[in-house]
């Protein structure tokens, strides 16, 4: 109950934003996605889903850039999810990387989910 009230505090004097809010919920689906794709185990889970929040969290930042200098958004896009990646290779085998990978949309579609990890 107490938690509860403090996230309400917090909504209500705006210290919550809508974007933390739409990484939480996102992280969520993606997680539901592709746990049973990768077969992820109880270990891996919560730290893929650090990371993917993580991931969308930084992203957040960058998206502003995305229409004003479109380079500069693909540069530091390119940096950003070099470096999820690379922390996705510490937690996953290399047969669930090759998976995770395989998943990657052909095209960014605001529908599929996973595109916010590619895209």
Do not use: C, W
């Amino acid at each position: 109950m107490k938690k509860n009230l403090i996230v309400l505090l917090m909504l209500l004097s705006g210290l919550v934003t809508n974007a933390q809010l739409n990484v939480t919920r996102i992280t969520g689906e993606i997680i539901e996605k592709i746990t049973p794709a990768l077969s992820l185990n109880t270990d891996q889970k919560p730290q893929v889903e650090e990371a993917i929040a993580e991931f969308l969290t930084k992203k957040i930042d960058i998206l502003p850039v995305e229409k004003t200098d479109a380079p500069a958004y693909a540069s530091k896009f390119n940096q950003l999810n070099g470096a999820f990646i690379s922390k996705l290779k510490s937690i996953l085998v290399a047969k669930q990387m090759t998976s995770f990978l395989g998943l990657k949309p052909k095209i960014n579609n605001p529908a599929n989910v996973l595109s916010h990890l590619f895209y």
